[in-house]
């Protein structure tokens, strides 16, 4: 890598790391304006309950959404379910609601909550961010392994457990870390099923009126994730280099369910029934009952939602945009890592750019706040769209970069050498074999970062420009007020909004 | 693939067309809007704790009477006195719409808010409003035991919330103890009851099986799906649901004129210290306290009117609005929130 690149991608690199940790930086800031009042929440003995119920939320729901989505990805990508791949984009749409809906509707119609609750509907809500990259993954193993274990006598379990396994647990790690992120961090959810976990104490501290209470039990939260961060940086320096050797011919054996076929398609329907039917069914019925006792007609609630329909799919792709690029420089950096020494240390330092992701998105908010008020004199930004999607960039870099660096890694630098020896720059290298590698993971990436745009509250309420009210908006606004039958086009619009987009990920993951 | 990237690139490139040349005009409006206001005053912009969908068409009456541009800004109540608290000085904001006096009183505390016109003040008996004058009560809401029609007998219903921890109600009542309702409600029975006997109270009812909620909305919504029978909520979230499912909704609302859990709590109105447009700010709150609106309020959100001219809503079985007198509770002296709420966690009611 030419000498200009390496330190244009470093500066690149830091910047964005810069603004991804500032929300630590705010935290900080909150804490030593009142060390008091944060240490006097901080040093109460049920923040240990809080952070242990936390933690073993967040422990749960990673594994059972993993557990899901490898047996969901498994059944579409290597045998014969009925169905077969035309089951991903109806399973991939729970990402497409909001979790307090979807908590609603479990409660409502379901009667869970609590603790069981929460776990059930975070798993339904993120078991999507690791099924669609282990389609991927599993159709791109490495057979050879898997048929020398059935030669060896092993049954399809233990063949599967010492074969495939590995082969995914890359894929399994990053989106775990992804979706144990977002179980520490979310407040929507946990706040409809009464989960006494630090989003909600953080909250109740706000309700309070106490933000270096509240801060300091978010520093609790942030350690907790950079734990997490570090953990999986370990886990990855100790194991060595990945699976670079990529499947280039398409999986050929499909396992025969024969009896299995049935309960296989129920797992599959019955999944798609309660995790999207489930809460856009409570929505639809809001708008029927709701038309059934009114004057209103479909097309007179309907005609509110289109122009925050706009607006959200503006925020969302901008933002989508914004965070593939902020993700490229890093992707990058951690890709030259894999072949160099000191590659773990880089890995570690990609990790960080994750943080976004597991701080509650009040937490960013308000760090944006204080932020643009300080710099209001120099850049004027304050409740401008800028600041706005700058705060989604940091919550969605995240999300885009999994993906990238997992396409990334499949890009062995022998390729790119190989362009190189023939006499190609080192730019039209990158452009002709580098990019068309690792693009399908950046787009992949981008659209993770759309639909979780589509859905954000917190931030949007926190720091949009005034009147930029958005669908997520909108529908918070219309709930409060007991307002379901202009609220369920809002929801409808989201799942609209957001399918086009769940198509373009199916397509980039199926790559 | 290709063409799936190839397609959103092109709808990426027409939604980012538009919003980036509003994002440029949103700037240089704001500047404008900046140089505008120092000059001539700009827009009188609102911070709103109540919804939009229940105050937005009081915004636009208010323009079209006035004349006065106005800016409003839509968050819960919480949020917005917590993002005032953090701009301090330099928020843009003129007026601080309220849903509950707590989030006034915060933000009052810390010295944001100016005294009011004393003769906007004088409208309102004075223990709806607070003691320094620095926000004021714009309408009513009153405490009530929702309860299913069903499951409930209307003859049988307690009269006041300390009977809620008997028996016979086990595992049958649902409250919001994170929500400012309650909590002022809290405070106010720690004045009236003292703290001993509220947290007594506070301690019967976690062990008599009280189940939580986020807020008023799913109290209601989980009596009416039978999972409980009884809510401690605020009197107005019924009509939403009758309006949309019908008058023979499975709930009722319950009043308790002479407990402390039936008290009257307010929407309430505050101007910033640092408006530029105190005159327009005035204007706002004037019209906020005049007939009509007290009227408005009445017809609809099926508030109470708090200004001593105007009727009560149809159809309510109202408290009056001198109840709070009766229990000697003054909403601007329940500013006590801390310690309702150190009282909440040690009785592990809150985390």
């Given at each position: 890598m030419p000498r200009s690149w390496r330190v244009g991608l470093a500066i690149a690199s830091v910047i964005v790391l810069a603004l991804v940790v500032s929300p630590l930086a705010y935290i900080g800031f909150a804490i030593f304006r009142d060390p008091g009042a944060a240490w006097s929440a901080a040093a109460r003995a049920d923040v240990w309950m809080l952070t242990a119920r936390s933690i073993t939320l967040a422990a749960c729901v990673t594994v059972s959404a993993l557990a899901l989505a490898t047996l969901l990805a498994w059944l579409i990508a290597r045998t014969d379910t009925p169905g077969g791949r035309h089951w991903l984009i109806p399973l991939a749409l729970p990402l497409a609601a909001p979790s307090f809906l979807v908590a609603e509707a479990y409660r409502g119609a379901l009667g869970v909550d609590g603790f069981l609750g929460a776990w059930l509907a975070m798993t339904l809500i993120t078991y999507p961010y690791a099924l669609l990259p282990l389609v991927a993954a599993l159709r791109r193993i490495n057979q050879d392994l898997e048929l020398a274990a059935r030669s060896l006598g092993l049954g399809p379990w233990r063949g599967f457990w010492s074969a495939t396994l590995p082969q995914i647990l890359p894929t399994l790690e990053w989106t775990g870390l992804l979706i144990g992120l977002y179980a520490l961090s979310d407040y929507g959810c946990v706040a409809i099923l009464e989960v006494k976990v630090l989003t909600f104490a953080i909250e109740s501290r706000r309700a309070a009126f106490d933000p270096a209470g509240a801060a300091a039990l978010s520093g609790v939260l942030s350690l907790l994730a950079l734990l997490c961060l570090l953990g999986i940086g370990r886990l990855r320096g100790s194991r060595g280099a990945g699976t670079a050797d990529a499947q280039t011919e398409p999986i050929s054996i499909r396992i025969p369910l024969r009896v299995w076929k049935l309960p296989a398609s129920l797992l599959c329907a019955g999944t798609v029934a309660i995790a999207v039917g489930l809460p856009f069914a409570m929505a639809l019925s809001w708008w029927t009952t709701g038309l059934e006792h009114s004057s209103e007609t479909i097309r007179s609630t309907i005609l509110p939602a289109l122009t925050p329909a706009a607006r959200t799919l503006q925020v969302s792709l901008i933002t989508a945009v914004i965070a593939a690029i902020a993700a490229l420089p890093i992707t990058l950096i951690i890709h030259r890592g894999e072949y160099v020494r000191g590659r773990s240390w880089m890995e570690r330092f990609g990790a960080l750019a994750l943080i976004g992701y597991g701080l509650p998105g009040v937490v960013i908010g308000f760090a944006l706040v204080r932020i643009g008020l300080e710099t209001q004199g120099l850049?004027?930004?304050?409740?401008t769209l800028p600041l706005l999607l700058a705060a989604y960039a940091i919550k969605c870099v995240a999300e885009a970069l999994g993906p990238a660096t997992a396409a990334a890694r499949r890009l062995h630098t022998d390729r790119l050498d190989a362009a190189i020896g023939l006499g190609a720059s080192f730019t039209r290298t990158w452009v002709r074999v580098g990019w068309p590698a690792i693009a399908p993971g950046v787009a992949a990436g981008a659209a993770l970062a759309f639909l979780t745009v589509v859905k954000e509250l917190p931030i949007t309420l926190i720091l949009r420009p005034t009147g930029f009210d958005t669908l997520a908006f909108e529908l918070f606004d219309l709930l409060n007020e007991a307002r379901h039958m202009a609220a369920a086009p809002m929801a409808l619009m989201m799942l609209i909004v957001s399918s086009a987009v769940v198509w373009v990920l199916v397509g980039a993951f199926k790559e | 693939m290709l063409f799936r990237i190839i397609a959103l690139a092109i709808i990426a490139a027409c939604a980012a067309v538009p919003a980036l040349l509003s994002t440029s005009a949103t700037g240089a409006d704001q500047a404008g809007k900046t140089a505008e206001r120092d000059e001539k005053g700009g827009p009188l912009v609102i911070y709103s704790g109540r919804s939009k969908s229940l105050v937005g068409p009081l915004m636009d009456r208010f323009t079209s009477e006035t004349g006065i541009q106005i800016e409003v800004r839509y968050a819960g109540s919480t949020d917005m006195a917590n993002l005032l608290i953090e701009e301090g000085r330099r928020t843009p904001a003129d007026v601080f719409l309220s849903q509950d006096p707590g989030a006034l009183g915060a933000v009052g505390d810390r010295g944001l808010l100016v005294a009011l016109d004393s003769d906007a003040l004088q409208r309102v008996p004075a223990a709806y409003r607070a003691l320094d004058g620095v926000w004021v009560g714009v309408s009513g809401r009153a405490r009530v035991l929702a309860h299913s029609t069903i499951r409930c007998d209307a003859d049988a219903l307690p009269a006041s919330v300390l009977e809620l921890t008997e028996p016979h109600w086990r595992g049958r009542v649902g409250w919001a103890p994170s929500n400012a309702s309650f909590q002022l409600f809290i405070t106010a029975m720690r004045h009236h009851h003292g703290d001993d006997a509220t947290r007594r109270w506070l301690q019967a009812m976690k062990r008599s099986g009280v189940r939580d909620y986020t807020s008023n909305r799913p109290i209601i919504q989980a009596i009416a799906d039978g999972e409980i029978d009884l809510g401690l909520t605020n009197h107005y979230y019924l009509a939403g649901f009758q309006r949309e499912r019908?008058?023979?909704?499975?709930v009722a609302n319950h009043f308790l004129p002479d407990d402390v859990g039936g008290m009257m709590s307010v929407a309430g109105v505050g101007v910033l210290t640092e408006s530029k447009r105190r005159a327009s700010a005035a204007r706002f709150v004037e019209f906020l306290l005049s007939d009509q609106t007290q009227r408005w309020f009445a017809r609809e959100t099926g508030e109470f009117p708090l200004t001593t001219e105007a009727p009560a809503p149809e159809g309510a079985a109202a408290p009056d609005i001198r109840a709070l007198e009766r229990l000697d509770i003054d909403l601007g002296s329940l500013s006590d929130l801390r310690a309702t709420l150190d009282m909440l966690r040690e009785t592990g009611v809150l985390p």
């Open positions: 850049f004027g930004l304050y409740q | 019908g008058a023979d909704f499975p």
